[in-house]
């Protein structure tokens, strides 16, 4: 691989870094650090308790109650976090529960740094992970949040890393794997990708390859094709708005009556054309995986753009890795959901790509050791 100069010099400086991570001393001083972020996440914006996490805590409450109707409706897609904010209502201190989504992402970050060891075998590099993430704003502000977003992608970790680091299916990692599940309708994706490559791992050859993509287009066709989707969150799709309840076409057309993404689809093309249904969805994409936004402080922005230095690094780790079971299985996870979001929308403030980067922080890390160990060897043969 063709590393320049300055590429060099950088990794030459970060070796100290990432040895003095790998150290017991540094696990503190990062959850000093984390806790210190997290304060100041709070003291900005407080505990975000409304929209969305007024619904969720509202259908903590019915079921407190004794009724189950909007928990198996129209929450059932969420029925995990509901549950998970149950408890914590029923002693009336709902804001524990925060404490607790403080204390998923400690293990989490804890379980990503064990994936990315045996992934890599780099210490340094793993703790430098796990650091990344307890330390990245972008991800962490939702934690100090009553929405799915911390909460999801800290029990994904645990279930990916669990169920990839063992051959046996104990009941512990079948209550992570359910409870994932309909944390985020993205739960299908995360565990039906896992359950697939775990099934087919015994098959060789190319028949492998082709039962895995068999296996994610039935993922990604049922994902689309079910339906009992409410109008309202169809509406984004079928106006092709980037973000949802930004621009769009312009009024809503009444005479839609479909009930699923699919059809929703079906319905934007016949507005539009093929050329520009295109265009939108590839703005889509763009949008998801774009950190910064116009109506961001300068600041906030500037921070947020950090995490596109994870982007080459990441391309490295699957270019490099082609052949890694867990590679592709990432990358099967990410290619799933930015199609999604590409027959769908994306969300204001970027909240759809949080649980999507801790598995591009993995790929990035093994992009930084697969970029460590070429300049190691240009070094010993020069």
């Not at 990916?160 to 309708?185: C, H, M, N, Q, Y």
């Not at 990410?334 to 027959?343: F, R, S």
Request: hydrophobic share 50%; aromatic share 10%.
């Amino acid at each position: 691989m063709l590393i320049t100069p300055d590429l060099h010099l950088v990794i030459a400086r970060l070796n100290p870094l990432l040895h003095w991570l790998s150290g017991p001393a540094a696990r503190w001083v990062i959850i000093g650090l984390y806790a210190a972020l997290l304060f100041g996440i709070h003291l900005h914006q407080g505990i975000f308790d409304g929209k969305e996490a007024l619904k969720y805590m509202g259908c903590a409450e019915q079921v407190l109650q004794g009724d189950f109707h909007d928990l198996l409706g129209n929450y059932l897609k969420y029925a995990s976090y509901v549950l998970y904010l149950v408890p914590f209502i029923a002693v009336g201190l709902p804001k524990a529960a925060i404490l607790g989504q403080i204390m998923l992402s400690l293990m989490a970050s804890s379980a990503l740094r064990r994936m990315v060891l045996r992934s890599t075998g780099q210490a340094g590099v793993a703790a430098a992970a796990s650091a990344l993430f307890l330390l990245t704003p972008f991800i962490q502000q939702w934690t100090v949040a009553f929405y799915t977003e911390s909460f999801f992608t800290s029990v994904s970790i645990l279930f990916v890393e669990r169920t990839w680091s063992s051959r046996k299916r104990d009941p512990w990692t079948i209550v992570l794997g359910l409870v994932t599940l309909f944390a985020r309708p993205v739960g299908l994706f995360l565990v039906g990708a896992l359950i697939t490559w775990k099934i087919t791992a015994s098959i060789q050859g190319t028949s492998q390859s082709w039962f895995r993509l068999a296996g994610c287009c039935v993922l990604f066709g049922s994902a689309i094709s079910i339906p009992g989707i409410r109008p309202a969150q169809l509406e984004p799709i079928i106006q092709g708005q980037v973000i949802a309840g930004v621009g769009g076409l312009g009024t809503p057309d009444a005479s839609f009556s479909g009930s699923s993404i699919l059809s929703a689809q079906r319905f934007l093309v016949e507005r539009t054309s093929i050329m520009e249904w295109a265009e939108i969805s590839g703005r889509r994409i763009t949008s998801l995986y774009t950190t910064t936004r116009p109506y961001y402080s300068t600041s906030h922005n500037a921070l947020n753009a950090l995490l596109y230095l994870l982007y080459p690094l990441a391309l490295i780790g699957a270019w490099t890795q082609p052949g890694d079971q867990l590679t592709r299985l990432l990358l099967a996870i990410l290619l799933l959901n930015t199609a999604l979001i590409g027959l769908t929308h994306d969300e204001w403030s970027g909240r759809f790509l949080v649980p999507l980067l801790p598995w591009v922080i993995v790929l990035a890390a093994m992009g930084l050791t697969r970029t460590s160990r070429s300049n190691s060897t240009e070094s010993n043969v020069a």
